[in-house]
């Protein structure tokens, strides 16, 4: 029997295993039976905790299809607060990414997290053709300009005048996941600028589908929207499953804020 804890970073959720006291493997398929929200355990992504050499903790992350993912912000909040620290670092693929721990907001535990900086470099997103990431065009009505980065984990953001209808994340998220373009697969942003100050942002996760949240998705969407400038260096992302904060430093580091909430603890057998 394996012990996994549940967690949710506004509505993002994640059974987080850990293995520092015996090693744990499971294949694409384990994960994605577990992630099944009828017949499992249900989630978005599966984390496995580890000891790290240059930080607090390590964090491996993988999809609800079973494959990798580089990053994941609402992950690390979630992972800061099993920490049991004030502050740290939780080591993420290549990124350390520093954690300090805030005040409860609404009885839930919040966190400060800086994802780093975005990569824009074409090769490091990666695409499969060297074009600009900034200025992306598409010959499909509505989605004809689109911008890509990297914050760990590749990205993709479109801006539309008003929200898009779920129909459509799902459509259009599936087809531009899967794009020629992106050969590692992409995430994709649909978001709305409600104000300098404030986005709605819907994302259809590369191997999980449409979440409730993606924090790695709120950056890259705010780092775009900064760029474009569109919002000025600080803002709120709206997505259904609620809201974080978001703060650009002037050297493009991205700090993002937001809730951190156990559901349940369980375990599990194959």
Request: proline letters at 4%; aromatic letters at 8%.
């Amino acid at each position: 029997m394996l012990k996994f804890i549940k967690m949710h970073g506004v509505g993002n959720d994640f059974a987080i295993f850990d293995e520092r006291e015996g090693k744990i493997s499971f294949s694409s398929q384990d994960i994605k039976k577990m992630s099944n929200r009828n017949k499992g355990i249900g989630f978005d992504q599966l984390i496995i905790l580890s000891n790290s050499g240059r930080a607090d903790i390590k964090m491996s992350i993988y999809n609800a299809d079973g494959s990798a993912a580089g990053n994941c912000g609402n992950a690390a909040r979630c992972v800061a607060d099993l920490t049991g620290r004030d502050s740290g670092a939780i080591e993420v693929g290549e990124r350390l990414l520093f954690f300090k721990k805030l005040p409860p907001l609404n009885n839930e535990p919040h966190y400060t997290v800086n994802m780093g900086k975005p990569e824009f470099a074409w090769d490091k997103i990666p695409l499969s053709s060297p074009v600009d990431p900034l200025n992306l065009n598409f010959e499909i009505e509505g989605f004809k300009q689109g911008a890509a980065l990297s914050m760990g984990n590749p990205h993709l953001v479109f801006f539309s005048s008003i929200p898009l209808e779920l129909e459509s994340v799902a459509k259009y998220g599936a087809f531009f996941e899967s794009h020629e373009l992106f050969p590692q697969a992409v995430n994709v942003n649909f978001a709305h600028i409600l104000d300098n100050n404030h986005i709605a942002l819907t994302v259809y996760e590369r191997g999980a589908g449409i979440t409730l949240a993606c924090g790695s998705g709120a950056c890259a969407t705010a780092i775009i929207a900064y760029t474009q400038k569109l919002i000025n260096n600080k803002c709120k992302v709206d997505l259904p499953g609620g809201t974080l904060l978001i703060e650009i430093t002037e050297d493009l580091e991205v700090l993002m804020t937001g809730s951190a909430v156990k559901c349940f603890e369980g375990q599990i057998s194959f």
